[in-house]
């Protein structure tokens, strides 16, 4: 009888041990990621292509365009910079941005943004080289816009974790960032 009450006993702990985890498995995160992405992205216009021609509409009304396959980065072109005026593989590129935390966005208002701001030093990182730190860091995500457009342009950027900061990487929450690129400081 003794066994079997110390048995119940262990039970019983382990069921009030495994109810009180209210962690979310990793799955459930993209679904609330994609969840909160949709939801901004419900109210804008979004267009599932780049513009075979490469020719972006642009302004602070212009559509999202999808610039990931699979769906981790939308990009609306807000400044398209100098035609011409590309960057190269490895080079040093400095940013600004100031970026929204998208699970916040809610009745067509987006939260209050943080980022490096004029009155704050640029970030930077080489376009294409994840060989540093510099690079790695910011993810892949703040460097795509540069494959299709010059280095002085302005972009809104939708930011799925997996394409984020990689030391953020882990807390599966998506960013909208508002970039500007620059080779000087």
Request: charged share 20%; with cysteine; net charge negative.
């Amino acid at each position: 009888m003794k066994k079997y009450s110390l048995i119940a006993v262990f039970m019983l702990a382990v069921a009030a041990l495994c109810s009180c985890d209210d962690s979310k498995s990793y799955a459930e995160l993209l679904n609330e990621e994609d969840m909160y992405v949709n939801n901004y992205l419900a109210d804008q216009n979004v267009i599932m292509d780049i513009p075979e021609d490469s020719v972006f509409v642009y302004g602070p009304d212009a559509p999202f365009y999808r610039i990931d396959p699979d769906g981790l980065l939308y990009m609306r072109v807000i400044r398209p910079g100098t035609e011409g005026n590309m960057v190269e593989d490895n080079e040093q590129i400095y940013f600004r941005f100031t970026r929204y935390a998208l699970a916040a966005y809610s009745d067509g208002k987006l939260p209050e943004g943080q980022g490096n701001n004029i009155s704050l030093s640029p970030y930077w990182f080489r376009y294409n080289n994840y060989s540093i730190q510099a690079s790695v860091t910011w993810g892949v995500g703040v460097q795509r816009p540069l494959a299709f457009l010059p280095v002085d342009c302005e972009v809104d950027l939708v930011v799925k974790s997996q394409m984020g900061l990689s030391d953020e990487e882990s807390y599966v929450q998506p960013y909208l960032f508002r970039l500007t690129y620059d080779r000087r400081q």
